[in-house]
T-cell receptor, first 114, second 114 residues
């Protein structure tokens, strides 16, 4: 069975500082991996995805993530955080099957200090 | 940019009543999904739908739940007899199909069962 762990429930970061959100997954084959962001009252917006190939993937809003198979991780990073990045971030793994259900981590809430 | 839409944004119902949550997936997408998020918990997969039939469902998706694509554009989730524990945010998602593994989410419907 697939599973995702996001060890950090809350992270507080100063505006302009770097941000790294951790994600560890469990999946029996090569996973499809995703990061979504949810702002208050909003739906889930896709930030980036990894299917295969280059293990460093770029997404929207200046985010990037690195797939490390040996560590079963897919950590999300941003070099310089903006106040608008305050939101909840979800890592998800997708099954390589026709149904392709997503299994989500518990989320990390990011607070940005001025 | 095309997006998934959901109506209503908030639904309040009494225990035992039937509710129908509506979604309009992105045009030309082929796979459709429902997820739910109970307050403070993870986003959970409910069901996936392709070619007018359920392709996968979770243990949560029991006989009280059903899905339908009645007219080629709408995708609905029906709960026949709501329980207090059905109170949650319900998200609809869709994805393109062959080679398009990323899912695009709607803004959600908050269901409150009293």
């Amino acid at each position: 069975a697939q599973s995702v762990t996001q060890p950090d429930i809350h992270i507080t970061v100063s505006e302009g500082a770097s941000l790294e959100l951790r994600c560890n997954y469990s999946y029996g084959a090569t996973p499809y991996l995703f990061w979504y962001v949810q702002s208050p009252g909003q739906g889930l917006q896709l930030l980036l995805k990894y299917f295969s190939g280059d293990t460093l993937v770029q997404g929207i809003k200046g985010f990037e993530a690195e797939f490390k198979r040996s560590q079963s991780s897919f950590n999300l990073r941003k070099p310089s955080v903006h106040w608008s990045d305050a939101a909840e971030y979800f890592c998800a793994v997708g099954a390589q099957a026709a149904g392709n259900k997503l299994t989500f981590g518990g989320g990390t809430r990011v607070l940005v200090k001025p | 940019e095309p997006e998934v839409t959901q109506t209503p944004s908030h639904q309040v119902t009494q225990m035992g009543q039937e509710v129908i949550l509506r979604c309009v997936p992105i045009s030309n997408h082929l796979y459709f999904y429902w997820y739910r998020q109970i307050l403070g918990q993870k986003v959970e997969f409910l069901v996936s739908f392709y070619n007018n039939e359920i392709s996968e469902k979770s243990e949560i998706f029991d006989d009280q739940f059903s899905v339908e694509r009645p007219d080629g554009s709408n995708f609905t989730l029906k709960i026949r007899s709501t329980k207090l524990e059905d109170s949650a945010m319900y998200f609809c998602a869709s994805r393109p199909g062959q080679g398009g593994w990323e899912q695009y989410f709607g803004p959600g419907t908050r269901l409150t069962v009293t």
